[in-house]
């Protein structure tokens, strides 16, 4: 108890993090202040950019979470079922058809406004979404409860590669656009141009984020976190672990489409189209979630952002200054600052911190 | 009425720890179960609760019976529909989550808003310190208060039968007999207990009926009085012995007595 309480006194990791945001947002600010003073557009066109790519990454971040929290299961699967609902939006909105039938989809003949049909299709796809997940989770996953968490991992490795054979069997190897009615215009401010895209991902995550808030105070969301915190005990009180392991798979996989349909625009790609490389999105946002915490959903939020931010200026201010990088490395710039992150806090930004004795 | 009868329960196919346990609990008493640790409390808890999947356990004989229906293959939502509610053993309360957010966790089985508004305000009179606490994180109540969570939790589902697990563990005599009142509150208010408890004393001061367990099956049962009076409950149970007396440890002869039980 003595040590306990001696360790708590000087425990650096309560502070670490504030040193590490210190120092990240202090150096952040005197450059960022540099290069506002030097070009105000770009520096603005920068920050929306880098919000859109972090808003993208919280989005999918915020699906690994959900899942985790509820079955302590790094969902894998996570980037192929981004790429499945993007892929069913494609369908709709794009061919016209019920997706695998030659039925047209009703929705496009409804008449109005094109964004009404397209929302409209984007709340099908969304729902096919959420019952792949309900499928998944029941078929795949509920029977291994109880089992070692490394073989549920193992297996929702499996079921992404066999969802991105699926997806890539339909995608073969051209594009297949999402009919966003935004496309790649934005408004302009100064001469540069801010996608309507990156304000589209901001208010999305937002909303997810103010959704999820809600849902975890809410009845469903309350057993959701008993369950996470203690399974037997959830049980105890009469919480079906089942239904609540096949909610959070279904939200998760909503979060994932939806993130899916964002990674097909700018600034995360310029296609506005579903293609093989739709389903990396997920290994993008990896780090975001790990820098997080995989535990927590404000640790999704922050860990999106702070990638985005991280990859979008260095992608913009240090690869014209330093040539010897190349030009794909604001790629690697997430892992980079997951690993920082990590060195300093071991289980994220805000991880439940793993008790263990050894 | 929850009857179980000749319950046998086997762990990983192979762990024999119920053998044969026979508890009867009456609308409206108080039931005291005691038993020494590894006699098999626990278990037979899990058993009637349908939390055995968890633990690999399954009912291998006998069955639990509750109201006439056989609910031994209920899943453990089923059985708290059904009015069976039980505060585990060591409190398990959810520490992550607010003191209310506790209490709505155990009203997951309730549907009708003012059914639960109902149990609510019931929990409260129950437990006024716990309104106080209202939006505290249950981690940082203290081990009694987090007990009174626990059985308000429980107490959320308005259960016609209440099984305490072992609810006077880690704690102080004071709140121990803080405890005993409210169950017997609780008990006033028709609603039967099921009290499983190591401290014999402070059970068989409240129950109507009570059992002892040893090594998965019932060696004694009957009313306190004559529990309280039978020379090995004193000896094992409440530490008592004729007064004066001088003993040596060697003269225990433990094995014996327990034979007696046994055969």
Do not use: C
């Not at chain 1, 302590?72 to 058809?97: E, I, M, P």
């Not at chain 1, 984007?122 to 795949?140: D, H, Q, S, W």
């Not at chain 2, 099921?194 to 002892?212: C, D, F, K, P, T």
């Amino acid at each position: 108890m003595a040590a306990a309480l001696r360790l708590e006194a000087v425990d650096p990791r309560r502070n670490a993090p504030l040193a590490f945001l210190t120092g990240l947002v202090g150096a952040a600010l005197v450059f960022g202040a540099v290069q506002l003073a030097n070009d105000p557009g770009l520096f603005l066109q920068t920050f929306m950019k880098s919000m859109g790519l972090g808003s993208t990454y919280a989005l999918i971040a915020l699906g690994f979470v959900l899942i985790f929290k509820a079955t302590q299961t790094v969902n894998f699967a996570q980037g192929a079922l981004a790429a499945t609902g993007a892929l069913f939006l494609s369908f709709l909105a794009t061919d016209g058809n019920i997706p695998f039938t030659s039925v047209s989809n009703p929705i496009n003949s409804l008449g109005g406004p094109g964004w009404m049909s397209w929302g409209l299709n984007v709340i099908v796809a969304l729902a096919f979404a959420a019952a792949v997940g309900l499928v998944v989770e029941r078929l795949a996953i509920r029977p291994m409860i109880g089992e070692p968490l490394f073989s549920v991992a193992v297996i929702t490795l499996g079921l992404e590669i066999m969802f991105r054979v699926f997806n890539n069997d339909a995608v073969e190897v051209e594009f297949r656009p999402l009919g966003v009615p935004w496309l790649a215009n934005g408004f302009k401010v100064g001469d540069r141009l801010i996608n309507w895209s990156f304000i589209a991902a901001m208010v999305t995550a937002a909303a997810a984020f103010v959704a999820v808030y809600f849902f975890y105070r809410s009845r469903l969301g309350i057993a959701m976190r008993a369950v996470a915190f203690d399974q037997e005990a959830a049980m105890a009180q009469g919480v079906s672990v089942g239904r609540v392991f096949a909610i959070a798979w279904a939200a998760g996989a909503v979060l994932a489409a939806v993130g899916g349909i964002f990674a097909t625009q700018p600034p995360v790609a310029q296609t506005l189209s579903v293609d093989q490389e739709t389903a990396n999105i997920a290994f993008r946002a990896l780090p975001a979630v790990i820098l997080g915490g995989l535990d927590s959903a404000s640790g999704a939020l922050l860990g999106g952002l702070i990638v985005g931010v991280a990859e979008i200026y260095a992608g913009q201010y240090a690869a014209g200054n330093v040539s010897w990088l190349g030009a794909g490395y604001p790629l690697i710039v997430p892992y980079i600052v997951m690993i920082i992150g990590l060195l300093i806090r071991p289980y994220g930004l805000f991880g439940t911190p793993e008790i263990r004795r050894v | 009425m929850l009857t179980v009868a000749n319950l046998e329960v086997v762990y990983n196919e192979v762990i024999l720890v119920l053998r044969g346990l026979s508890v009867e609990v009456p609308d409206g008493s108080i039931v005291a179960l005691l038993g020494a640790n590894g006699a098999g409390k626990t278990t037979a808890v899990r058993a009637i609760t349908g939390l055995l999947d968890v633990h690999e356990g399954d009912i291998t004989k006998g069955s639990v019976t509750w109201n006439g229906t056989d609910i031994s293959h209920y899943k453990p939502s089923r059985i708290v529909e059904a009015g069976i509610t039980q505060v585990m053993e060591g409190r398990r309360v959810f520490a992550e989550l607010t003191v209310d957010e506790n209490l709505s966790a155990g009203a997951f089985t309730v549907r009708d808003r003012k059914e639960n508004t109902e149990a609510y305000e019931r929990v409260m009179t129950l437990f006024p310190l716990l309104q106080s606490r209202r939006r505290d994180t249950a981690g940082y109540l203290s081990g009694g208060e987090q007990q009174m969570l626990a059985i308000g939790r429980a107490l959320m589902a308005a259960p016609q039968l209440l099984i305490l697990d072992e609810p006077s563990l880690g704690l102080a005599p004071m709140l121990i007999e803080q405890i005993r009142d409210i169950i017997v509150d609780i008990n006033a208010g028709g609603v039967s207990v099921l009290l499983i408890e190591q401290n014999a004393m402070m059970a068989l001061s409240i129950a109507h009926y009570g059992y002892v367990m040893e090594s998965g099956k019932v060696v004694m049962d009957g009313e306190p009085k004559k529990l309280l009076a039978d020379e090995d409950v004193q000896e094992f149970y409440l530490g008592l012995r004729a007064e004066g007396e001088r003993r040596s440890f060697r003269d225990v002869k433990h094995y014996k007595r327990r034979k007696r039980w046994l055969s």
